[in-house]
């Protein structure tokens, strides 16, 4: 027996009738009990059903589809888009998936393993194969009478292939150009005598997004070595994929490591184990920092004084590298820098560096010696030392920083790591034990034969 809320979803929402979309039955979906989401889709009219499954925020998707009786998961699974329905048995459990799998008809079997074998995270683990592809020689009218044959059974439809004796590509031509076409006018003229844009199926799905946005396409065809396409990439799998990346790019910039799942959904022992081990990792760094504090154990107890500015410049330091890093991160990813630009970026961030240390220098030194001239604090006679010390020292730090921080995503790409790895914590890590060093080394030389 359903609860009222289960059956309102299972009944489908229609628009005309409850004024609730389809995007609305998913969050709904999405809110039940997993079981109770099962049987609200077992019993959702198939159109509705399918429209929820299709959706990429349906993150619950995977495990409600395993709950559902086999056949009813078989039945939907081949009314879903290909590339979607391939992202779903991904996520689902092997032995779940294999059972779904095995049920299908060998066609739609055949498409779905040629998803499955590319990676995630490239254009052939986004495309879908449900594209539509006419004969080189065919004329308008009979590329627009086929997509009025095959229209229910594709995902979208933003662009048509023509396709050689061979099966190679020739052009893509936009539904927008067909349409306003002379029916009795051959297709191929419409392409204007331009090679079609396509990509490997192993690119990366940021280069993916790119040439989209570069060629400011809808589609983008996927072709094997020879030049036969073997699928289509459109420009709502791009977003999707972008989504994504993006969302464990700032989580891997937070030092932690990606969620799986929504952050409400993931498991507080599964939010642990992702935590923890870049915390543990940044912990052990920071115990670098009371390493360098004894080696100037010394000068500490000579110059007491000086441990007040230390979490004042350590942070500045951190906060210009990672700011620093934040920026290089989002270039590399856009292609707005490459790998061969390191050195441009480190002409640049040198001066900079130096720049916004200065800034950062004079309101120290303005700082001590305010509250030195209006008796909030007594730095000693020799505080006027203490605040070239404070401003030389946040000079040497932010540069140091700025340019740590910048560099470090070049090294990480070039040893083929992820750039965003390089989180802000590592940074300000890094920067908390050479800055001590830094600091304690201009300290030494302003104030040598004064308090040191």
Request: include cysteine; charged fraction near 20%.
């Amino acid at each position: 027996m359903m609860n009222s809320l289960t059956a309102g979803v299972a009944a489908g929402f229609r628009r005309d009738k409850s004024g609730v979309y389809l995007a609305d039955v998913v969050e709904m979906l999405q809110s039940l009990p997993r079981a109770d989401a099962a049987a609200a889709l077992a019993h959702m009219p198939d159109v509705r059903a399918v429209g929820a499954l299709d959706r990429p925020e349906f993150t619950a998707a995977p495990e409600v589809v395993a709950l559902l009786p086999l056949p009813r998961a078989v039945h939907l699974v081949a009314e879903m888009a290909e590339d979607r329905a391939a992202d779903l048995l991904s996520a689902m459990a092997p032995k779940a998936a294999g059972a779904i799998l095995a049920a299908l008809t060998p066609e739609v079997q055949h498409s779905l393993h040629r998803l499955l074998a590319w990676p995630d995270d490239s254009a052939g683990g986004m495309m879908t194969t449900e594209y539509v592809a006419c004969a080189a020689d065919a004329s308008v009218g009979d590329v627009l009478d086929h997509i009025r044959t095959v229209e229910r059974s594709r995902e979208t439809i933003y662009s048509v292939f023509l396709i050689d004796g061979d099966g190679r590509l020739v052009a893509t031509i936009s539904l927008r150009r067909l349409i306003a076409a002379d029916p009795a006018s051959p297709a191929l003229d419409l392409a204007r005598g331009r090679g079609p844009v396509t990509v490997p199926p192993e690119l990366d799905r940021e280069q993916v997004a790119d040439l989209i946005r570069r060629h400011d396409l809808l589609a983008l065809p996927v072709i094997d070595e020879a030049g036969r396409p073997l699928g289509i990439v459109t420009v709502d799998d791009v977003l999707d994929a972008l989504v994504a990346e993006h969302t464990e790019d700032a989580q891997k910039f937070g030092g932690v490591e990606a969620l799986d799942r929504p952050y409400l959904e993931t498991g507080f022992f599964a939010m642990i184990r992702k935590r923890a081990g870049w915390l543990s990792v940044l912990f052990l760094s920071e115990m670098l920092t009371a390493s360098a504090m004894q080696h100037f154990e010394t000068e500490l107890e000579r110059a007491v004084v000086l441990t007040l500015f230390i979490p004042l410049i350590m942070s500045s330091g951190g906060n210009s590298g990672s700011q620093a890093t934040s920026l290089l991160i989002r270039a590399l990813a856009l292609g707005q820098v490459r790998l061969r630009d390191w050195w441009r970026v480190a002409l640049r961030e040198l001066p900079a560096g130096l720049v916004l240390g200065m800034i950062l220098g004079v309101i120290g030194i303005i700082r001590i010696a305010a509250w030195q001239k209006l008796g909030f604090y007594d730095y000693g006679p020799h505080w006027i030392l203490i605040a070239a010390t404070v401003g030389a020292g946040l000079v040497g730090i932010v540069t140091f920083g700025s340019i740590a921080g910048s560099m470090l995503p070049f090294v990480l790409q070039r040893l083929g790591f992820d750039p965003a790895s390089a989180s802000a914590p590592f940074v300000a890590t890094l920067v908390d034990v050479t800055g001590l060093v830094i600091y304690f080394s201009i300290a030494l030389a302003i104030l040598s034969g004064t308090l040191l």
